[in-house]
């Protein structure tokens, strides 16, 4: 065997032996139907045969472009389907311009990396995306000036910039900037983030203008604000962030993404963002997929969908805290266990989201017994979640059906109910 062999067989059987492997699971005999609590088609576009009759037919056009650009879109890539997707896209979020990105992960990415300038300093949520972590390292700005700040935690967000602000005083007059990275629906929590009151704190702490957040929508496109717009739009703060990425990946049943921003920052991530620079255009497919999408959204087609997903929220949250004794080992999220105790509804947010994690010692046990009752669910794991905070994470969607919701409901039921009958055995 050569060492390089063998450094990765060891590598590969050390994160088995630690139950870290990750692998590609193999694909489901045709004839095995699980009902999805797992993809992120979360307002079933991918289902809709609106949607598909659109793209079919667009496609089937003799003049459609369909294979390309082969080109980056810095040399032939820029065709005018690729710059009329972009100003919809701009006027659909109302932000002021609009670039694509192949992937949210290439958004992320290159957009972290190129626009904080090497005196800045980087604060961001503890629990933000792989991409975001990979741009802000491989960004200018040094390791000591980079600060995660607890989840969600306003207190935290604020005495880091305060901290910050004693620290520098060039952050203190306006000369150095402080970029703020959040995400607005949390993927592994389905938390939303508090992003009024974010926005608030930034521009209250750094009062030279000098706070800029960058919110990443990847979750809530589809499911929040007007027609899908994204929880900034539903809040009215489309203005006050410097930066939103959207991706097409989650409910836009496509692939891809978009950075809105001001015209000066599209010009720069053109000049700076290497995975747009370095990389094929956007396929025609895919851009012709979100026009289509896109298209559903501004005709109001994602409202209804997306009502039915956080009413199936509602009652999985409600049926759960019924179905789980103090004594169980799942659990839900303190603001999962909140939303349950509390019977005011907000009218003009759902508080309620797609995501919705079980907290378990026992992800992938309890992930296989749901499985084996018909229920598609995912147990996750560390790393990508702290030790202690394993989870098995449903995602709903709006092709599911309230029996389906209850028959999951049921399974968790028979599981605690094992655990009691095993425990008592013990005894
Ligand atoms: C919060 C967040 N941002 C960005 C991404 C990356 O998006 P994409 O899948 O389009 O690369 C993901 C996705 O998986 C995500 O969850």
């Not at 059987?13 to 797992?38: E, G, H, I």
């Not at 659109?54 to 710059?83: C, F, I, M, Q, W």
């Not at 694509?100 to 090497?118: I, Q, R």
């Amino acid at each position: 065997m050569s060492a390089l062999t063998q450094r990765l067989r060891a590598t590969l059987d050390s994160r088995a032996a630690r139950q870290m492997l990750r692998a590609l699971d193999p694909a489901p005999p045709a004839s095995t139907t699980l009902v999805d609590f797992s993809s992120n088609d979360y307002i079933s576009f991918g289902q809709s045969p609106k949607l598909r009759r659109k793209l079919a037919d667009e496609v089937g056009a003799p003049t459609t472009p369909l294979y390309g650009p082969p080109s980056s879109r810095l040399l032939d890539g820029n065709s005018p389907l690729h710059a009329s997707l972009e100003h919809r896209l701009a006027a659909f979020f109302h932000g002021p311009s609009a670039l694509l990105f192949n992937s949210g992960f290439d958004a992320n990415a290159g957009l972290w990396a190129c626009l904080p300038g090497p005196d800045d300093w980087i604060v961001y949520d503890e629990l933000v995306h792989a991409s975001i972590h990979d741009g802000m390292r491989a960004s200018r700005v040094p390791k000591e000036r980079r600060r995660a700040f607890k989840h969600n935690s306003l207190q935290v967000l604020e005495s880091t910039l305060q901290s910050i602000i004693e620290q520098d005083d060039g952050v203190r007059v306006g000369e150095k900037s402080v970029w703020i990275g959040v995400e607005t629906l949390y993927s592994m929590d389905g938390d939303l983030a508090p992003l009024r009151e974010m926005v608030e704190l930034v521009e209250r702490v750094l009062l030279a203008g000098n706070g800029h957040l960058i919110v990443d929508e990847a979750h809530s496109t589809g499911l929040y604000g007007p027609s899908g717009r994204g929880l900034t739009c539903a809040l009215g703060l489309a203005s006050r962030v410097t930066a939103r990425v959207h991706t097409f990946g989650k409910a836009m049943a496509c692939s891809g993404a978009v950075v809105l921003a001001s015209p000066l920052i599209r010009d720069y991530l053109i000049n700076y963002a290497r995975p747009l620079i370095y990389s094929t255009a956007m396929t025609y497919m895919s851009a012709l997929a979100i026009r289509k999408s896109l298209e559903m959204l501004e005709e109001g087609e994602s409202e209804p969908p997306a009502a039915h997903v956080h009413s199936l929220a509602s009652l999985l949250i409600s049926r759960l805290s019924s179905i789980l004794p103090p004594s169980s080992s799942i659990s839900l999220p303190p603001h999962l266990a909140s939303l349950a105790r509390s019977s005011s509804k907000s009218t003009m947010l759902p508080l309620t989201s797609s995501i919705l994690p079980l907290l378990t010692p026992s992800p992938r046990p309890l992930a296989t017994f749901l499985r084996e009752r018909g229920f598609l669910v995912r147990p996750i794991t560390y790393p990508t979640v702290p030790r202690g905070e394993e989870r098995v994470r449903v995602c709903l969607h709006a092709g599911n059906t309230e029996e389906e919701v209850e028959g999951l409901c049921e399974g968790v039921r028979a599981w605690v109910e094992r655990e009691q009958t095993e425990s008592r055995a013990k005894l």
